[in-house]
């Protein structure tokens, strides 16, 4: 079964090193980044949806970043 998550985080480092956690932990890039201007905090958002290929089934309880 394949499951999704998006993500996000300010335009810093941070993001950078998010993403790199969750390839290392076998999540594959799903598209393309995307950026937006929190206009409420000042700052660039930035987005990136991964997938992961999991045994099981899916329940909306399971934590997807312990996946």
């Given amino acids: ?3 999704y998550r998006l993500l996000t ?3 810093t ?3 950078c090193h998010k993403v790199s956690l969750a390839l ?3 999540w ?3 598209g393309d980044p995307q950026y937006a ?3 409420a905090n000042g700052v660039m958002r930035c987005a990136q949806a ?3 290929e999991i045994d099981g089934e899916y ?3 399971m934590k997807l970043g312990e996946q």
């Fill in 9 to 11: 985080e300010e335009d």
């Fill in 28 to 30: 594959v890039l799903y």
């Fill in 1 to 3: 079964m394949q499951i």
């Fill in 37 to 39: 201007y929190d206009q």
């Fill in 13 to 15: 480092s941070a993001f």
């Fill in 24 to 26: 290392s932990k076998g």
């Fill in 59 to 61: 329940h909306p309880a």
């Fill in 50 to 52: 991964v997938t992961k």
